[in-house]
């Protein structure tokens, strides 16, 4: 028996679906997610380099005394950290009391090609150290680096140790001993890749290049999978916004400085000169050792960006007398901003800080 033809109000329910989804799939696609909205202030500048301060939702007197400084890769927004209202970690610290702070690197112009590893570290962190101690009036302080942020902490805190608490390290990219994990690795093989010839050509590496390198891990994902998802999902809102911010932060990418990338390629993937204890910055030998910051060095089993084998052996390597590994379920970004984060990650960091925040 042949089935009943639909009803002209069905038709015209089915089409209206349609123009809807239509409007709203022209919307994601095509304007920005309004990201990073917890207030803060402006408090330094230097170069193209801004540092934040949150504006706090609790009274001085209720406040942890132990500022924290936020610091996020250099080839993409920090607005990760502050990507929604309702599923953004600077509200959810805001929120607990901490005095939060913001390390924005900002865009580099070709008159930036030649900063270093040596200047993100000695000048712009160091620099922006000093500015958190001035406002906050506090000696001692927090910093968390996420992937290559990490990075950077790390050697900052290698060569810089006084007056930092604590750190927390978010898939850190550091032991670049395994080059068979590592896809990076094998593809920027000196045998395979003229990493002088990229740099002499484009000055500053740019950002859809690095983007497209980390996408090509896992291409079927990132090119359909997840635009599938939106098209399955276009009558569910809150999936709909998740995925428009998302999108949006993927998609506003940052350059990276030719030297910069040099070094990270050269200095990191190919000779692993950190774990190898050959590492110097502006002439200090960068040495593990001197870390003696209470150490939480959170690792993502997921990751197929920064593989956990890059930041598992780092406790043996450091001084801290208070370290650990926390190691989550999820991806090089989803374990900090997936659906799971808020209840997952986010509580277990901050139950960490909290102990010695005071």
């Not at 990338?261 to 993937?269: A, G, N």
Request: glycine share 6%.
């Amino acid at each position: 028996m042949s089935a009943s033809p639909p009803t002209a109000e069905k038709v015209q329910a089915d089409l209206e679906r349609i123009e809807r989804n239509a409007r709203t799939l022209q919307h994601v696609l095509t304007t920005p997610y309004p990201v990073a909205q917890t207030p803060k202030e402006l408090v330094w500048t230097l170069n193209k380099a801004r540092l934040y301060r949150y504006v706090p939702t609790r009274p001085a007197e209720q406040l942890h005394p132990i500022p924290l400084l936020l610091v996020f890769a250099l080839m993409n927004r920090p607005s990760i950290l502050d990507l929604r209202p309702g599923n953004s970690f600077v509200e959810f610290l805001v929120g607990k009391g901490y005095d939060v702070y913001l390390l924005d690197w900002g865009v580099p112009g070709p008159e930036d090609k030649d900063l270093k590893f040596d200047d993100y570290v000695l000048d712009y962190l160091a620099r922006a150290v000093r500015k958190l101690k001035s406002v906050s009036g506090s000696d001692t302080y927090s910093l968390l680096g996420w992937c290559l942020g990490a990075l950077v902490t790390t050697i900052y805190a290698a060569l810089r140790p006084d007056g930092l608490r604590n750190l927390i390290l978010l898939t850190a990219p550091l032991d670049f001993s395994d080059k068979q994990a590592l896809s990076f690795a094998r593809w920027t093989d000196e045998r395979f890749f003229d990493v002088d010839k990229v740099v002499a050509t484009f000055g500053n590496v740019p950002g859809e290049l690095i983007d497209y390198g980390a996408k090509a891990l896992k291409p079927v994902e990132n090119y359909v999978t997840s635009y599938m998802r939106l098209w399955d999902n276009l009558d569910d809102p809150r999936i709909v916004e998740s995925w428009h911010a998302m999108n949006t932060w993927v998609s506003d990418l940052v350059p990276l400085t030719g030297a910069f990338w040099r070094q990270l390629i050269v200095d990191f993937y190919r000779e692993n000169r950190l774990f190898e204890g050959t590492l110097k910055i502006r002439g200090e030998q960068v040495d593990l050792a001197n870390v003696r910051a209470n150490l939480l060095n959170v690792i993502a089993l997921g990751d197929h960006i920064t593989p956990p084998c890059q930041s598992e052996s780092l406790l043996g390597r450091v001084g801290s007398q208070d370290k650990q590994a926390f190691k989550v379920k999820g991806g090089h970004i989803g374990v900090m901003a997936g659906s799971g984060a808020a209840k997952g990650t986010w509580p277990q960091i901050e139950a960490w800080l909290a102990e010695r925040s005071d």
